[in-house]
């Protein structure tokens, strides 16, 4: 009886020294117990860039091993934590990636055989990974560009860099996202388009390693696109000329003006159609109608093919009517004809055309230049009726006046 409680003693003691012999301040994901025997890896060598490490350790192809377990702390996680399961003991090499760049890390090995025990521990070492990729040395905004923004940049001057990455946002907004990549370390220009007149946008430009590894964000690149050019002011459309409309404005100091678009419409409750183009600021519209009403609108397009912005109401021209129909104030008859006078009724007539009916057929009298007639082919005993027309510089003729009568 005292030698199987001696048995269970000596058991308890064994498992409490296994237990204690894991180091403490490492985390270990496998339940394993140290076994003194194993080798300990006491030479382990190691090389890094930005985000991997690599180490390399003397063979062990002789001992009774099966592989071995790599450990890792850092200033975020100082306990050691295992990151590698190697499970062939002749290898002699591994790497470790997506670190962080610019970290101090430390690693340790251990060394582990078949029954899941591991050696003691051996030297840890330090390293640190190669810092960020530095940030574009140069960027520029272009702008004041059509519906567009250009980014420019020099190549970045590390060889390590495959692409590049351009983020957007919102002039002070502070929302970037990502709106393009692009290959090459050569490439060096990125224009962002189909974007509003006169938007505004903040950018950054990120360099990418071969390995994914991003630089520091560049300098904020602020830019506008390019404006509309300003409204056309100042449209006047006549309402005095015959047969057509006479149409002015005040004359662009814009420094990229192009040319002007007309538009017209024949009602203001109608759509407005482009009429024509010109670099003028007069235009003549040839109507052709009499007392035609027509409406107008005018922009300015610059050389970028950008138009300036529609007026919200149009102009409204005319062309004269027809002139007043004239009153006749005489009409006697005298021993050698009858003799007509008459008035204007406004000041565009030109010439006159008279007409009489009665006899065997009507008679007409053309060109008339004075605003008087004798008619000395009336034949006595005979009553004539007599309407006198008014004919203005255009050749448009006025309604008739009223008759009146006259005999011989």
Known sequence: MKKLHLSFYSLCLILLLSACSIPAGMTNSKEALVNESLPKIEKLKSISDMSSAAFEWEPLYNENIEGFYLYRSSEDSPEFKLVATIKNKFQTHYVDSKLEPGKKYHYMMKSFNNQNHISEEGTSIELVTQPRIEALPFVQAVTNLPNRIKLIWRPHPDLRVDSYRIERTKMGENQFKTIAKLKNRLNAEYIDTDMKDNESFDYRIFAISFDGIESEPSEILSSTSKALPSQVEGLKASTDLSNKISLSWNASNDADFSYYKIYSTSSSFLPYTLLAQTDSNHYEDLVNEVGKSKYYKITQVDK?????????????????????????????????????????????ASEYIIKRYGGDSPVIFKGV??????????????????????VDLAGNESGPSKRVKAGQ
């Open 304 to 348: 970028d093919a950008l138009e300036s912005p529609m007026p919200k109401e149009g102009v409204e021209g005319k062309t004269l009517g027809l002139p007043a129909a004239p009153s006749i104030i005489l009409a006697q008859s005298a021993s050698d004809g009858i003799n007509l006078e008459w008035v204007d009724n406004d000041d565009r």
């Open 369 to 390: 230049k004075e605003k008087r007639l004798k008619d000395i082919k009336a034949l006595p005993g005979i009553e004539y009726e007599y309407e006198v027309i008014s």
